[in-house]
Structure formats: C-alpha cells, structure tokens
C-alpha cells in the first residue's frame, strides 16, 4: 500500500474484503500492506460498520454460539440488532 498523505484516502478505504478479509482458517486478518497505512483505523472501523461488515458480525455470533460463548437468547438479541442496522443502511443507500 501506497504512503498516503493525511489527506489522500486510498481507494480501498472500508472495503471489508480488501481490509480485513478471510483467511484460510476462517477468521478475517487484515493484510501486512495495511499495517503502514495512516487510515488503517477508521479504514477497518468503516468496513466493520458497513452492511458487510455487520454481516460478519453475525458470522462471529454464529461462531461465538457454537463455541458455548454466548447462550441462545444473547445470539438471537444480537443477530436482531445487527439485521435492523442493516436494514437502516440499505434503505439509506437507497
């Protein structure tokens, strides 16, 4: 990745895929290339708070169930909150 000025934000600024995607274990890493960028905060904030990004928030209540972290009802709270602020930004983005 590039050295951007503070000013100058990258094109794959809050792209989930590009910023924190999948490894090959399941879980989502952001790249080495991100590590020097000055946006890489605000970068992955942005694509966690994006309507994919709550989407694998929901994968990550999935896990957190199936592992006996969180109890049935917390994982159904959960997944109801985040697919109403999907719902809010789709139509926004409408």
Known sequence: MKDHSKKEVPACFG???IVF????DGLRHSPGSCI??????KCIQSAMN???GLKAK???A???YE???IGFFERWSLKKDLNRKI???IKKSI
């Not at 995607?21 to 090959?24: F, H, L, N």
């Not at 020097?36 to 905060?41: E, G, I, L, R, V």
């Open 58 to 60: 929901e994968e990550q």
């Open 15 to 17: 792209k989930l895929e």
């Open 36 to 41: 020097s960028c000055f946006f890489k905060k």
């Open 21 to 24: 995607p999948k490894g090959e």
């Open 87 to 89: 719902q809010i930004k």
């Open 62 to 64: 999935d896990r957190a």
């Open 50 to 52: 994006a309507v994919d």
């Open 67 to 69: 592992s006996g972290l």
